[in-house]
């Protein structure tokens, strides 16, 4: 347990020391991580110069760039040394001054802390600034600490006059994201229960395999198999409407599609996945000068009803989260394929001309 422990806390510190440049700038992007990394040092040293801290060795020495990982969706992921010199390069002034030296088209964000809020009145409008800084203020948050926002189902699957619905929240440190999971938060004036999003195993678009180390673009497979049926059609197309008839690709039992929690595949590939991403097995983003938030799940999984972090329709956004970084194996970001962040499925998915309509099967999200 204590090697597991100390390895959440790497990954929740890690992750706070963490930032994604998009750009999209093709010579930048064909850089290797050393003439990455080189490049985003020239770029701070210019930022320094730029804002008069040239002869503040304090400022040079509290902030450092260690490395840099590509991404596989094109994104660049800087690690700094410390959740401070995170701030401080994405504090207005600088990131103008840094985004401006590093590339010309580019932008940066910070990895959030995910969490799901429960029940919200879909009268919420999650893609509005000003709606989330209302929340920060009505749970006395503070300001710009939700990075992002969006319905966990989309909105177009909603049953008829739907009036609540989960949604994900990104909040920008462990602190924010704990303490909106202790004490819940309000959307639209609706108090509303909060909990951490478990990291959950990938599942490969084309070949419906669960736990996949590629993604659909990259998969080896010659066609598309059904995550209903099984069949050699894509998903979209297929014509079966009957939970009974659904055929899983994975453990190849009928009455469950491919991305089904009740699959024994399924179960086998999350259990995996609880042990390489041991924060799963708790309540909150374990911290280190926090030993409240180091409380376990019984059984690492939540008490709370499992309604939000249920299996997407197969098109959606999923998961949510950029694969789990690994520890350092060989410097200060691991590298190698196995251990390379990769993009949610649907970004790196080449979209259907003339997408077909989803079969009306009942909705694998309760709501
Ligand atoms: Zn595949
Ligand atoms: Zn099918
Ligand atoms: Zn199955």
């Not at 422990?5 to 963490?18: D, E, G, M, V």
């Not at 177009?156 to 990104?170: C, I, N, T």
């Amino acid at each position: 347990m204590a090697a597991s422990h100390n390895k959440a806390l790497y990954r929740t510190n890690l992750r706070s020391r963490q930032v994604v440049i998009d750009t999209d700038d093709e010579s930048t992007r064909d850089l290797s991580e050393k003439e990455i990394t080189a490049k985003a040092r020239l770029a701070l040293d210019a930022t320094f110069e730029r804002l008069g801290y040239e002869h503040d060795p304090d400022q040079h020495d509290g902030i450092k760039i260690l490395g840099a990982t590509k991404l596989k969706n094109g994104g660049i992921l800087l690690e700094l040394n410390t959740p401070d010199a995170v701030g401080f390069l994405t504090d207005d002034e600088t990131l103008t001054e840094f985004l401006a030296a590093f590339s010309g088209h580019a932008t940066i964000k910070t990895r959030g802390f995910q969490c799901i809020a429960e029940f919200v009145p879909t009268s919420f409008s999650p893609s509005t600034p000003s709606a989330l800084r209302a929340v920060e203020s009505d749970s006395r948050l503070q300001s710009n600490t939700i990075l992002k926002a969006r319905w966990i189902k989309p909105v177009e699957r909603r049953s008829p006059g739907q009036k609540v619905a989960h949604l994900f929240l990104d909040f920008d440190s462990p602190y924010t994201a704990n303490r909106a999971i202790d004490n819940g938060i309000f959307i639209e004036n609706k108090k509303v229960n909060v909990r951490k999003a478990k990291i959950e195993p990938r599942r490969c678009l084309k070949c419906q395999v669960i736990g996949a180390r590629h993604i659909a673009n990259a998969c080896s497979s010659p066609n598309d198999v059904c995550g209903y049926c099984r069949g050699k059609h894509r998903t979209a197309e297929c014509k079966v409407s009957d939970p009974t008839d659904y055929r899983c690709a994975n453990c190849k039992q009928s009455g469950h599609a491919a991305w089904d929690k009740t699959c024994p595949e399924y179960k086998k590939q999350a259990q995996l996945l609880d042990e390489r991403c041991p924060e799963n097995k708790f309540r909150l983003f374990p911290s280190d000068d926090d030993p409240l938030s180091w409380e376990c799940l019984d059984n690492h999984t939540s008490t709370l009803p499992d309604l939000g972090s249920a299996p997407p329709p197969p098109f959606a956004e999923w998961p949510p989260e950029l694969e789990p970084d690994e520890p350092p194996a060989d410097g200060p970001i691991a590298r190698g394929r196995n251990t390379l962040p990769h993009p949610p499925h649907s970004r790196a998915r080449a979209p259907a001309p003339t997408p077909a309509p989803a079969p009306p099967t009942p909705d694998p999200h309760p709501i």
